[in-house]
Structure formats: structure tokens, C-alpha cells
């Protein structure tokens, strides 16, 4: 009886699955470094199960540094943001 009267307040709240505007917006500012993130992870993971060659580790580096950048934009844009007013 207990899993009955739990289950009714648990799907009291009707949920549609559906992501808000403001989280499409985060996802849609953050969407550079998540590509970079996963270039990365790409290059790392065709190296798993063999020794990296010249070529896999300059690929590592490149898309790691793309990844960095990638923060940086996404840091100081925030930053911009949180600065009303902008510089004097």
C-alpha cells in the first residue's frame, strides 16, 4: 500500500522531458568547449591500444590546446557578463 500512495506523489508533477530555453542556452554557450572536449577524447582514444605516433601526439596537443582555448573564450565571456557596466 505504501509503493501506491509513493508512487502518486512521485508522479504527481507531470515532466515532460523536455530541456528549458535557459538550459538550451547553456548548452548552446557551452557547445564549443563540449565539441573541443570530444576532439580530444577522440584523438586519446585512438591511441588506447597502441603507442602514439608523432602524428597521435601532435593531434593530442592540437585539439588540448583547443580545449584550453575553448575554456578561456567561455571564462571570459562569463566574466564580461558578470561586469555590468564594462570597463571605465
Do not use: C, W, Y
Not at 530541456?19 to 554557450?29: F, G, R, V, Y
Not at 570530444?38 to 591511441?47: G, K
Amino acid at each position: 500500500m505504501k509503493s501506491i500512495a509513493l508512487q502518486a506523489v512521485v508522479t504527481a508533477v507531470p515532466f515532460d522531458g523536455e530541456p528549458s530555453n535557459a538550459e538550451l542556452d547553456a548548452i548552446e554557450t557551452e557547445s564549443p568547449l563540449i565539441l573541443a572536449d570530444v576532439a580530444l577524447l577522440d584523438a586519446q582514444i585512438m591511441t588506447i591500444d597502441r603507442t602514439p605516433t608523432e602524428l597521435d601526439q601532435q593531434r593530442i596537443r592540437r585539439a588540448h590546446r583547443r580545449v584550453l582555448a575553448a575554456r578561456r573564450n567561455l571564462a571570459n565571456r562569463a566574466a564580461t557578463l558578470a561586469v555590468p557596466g564594462g570597463a571605465a
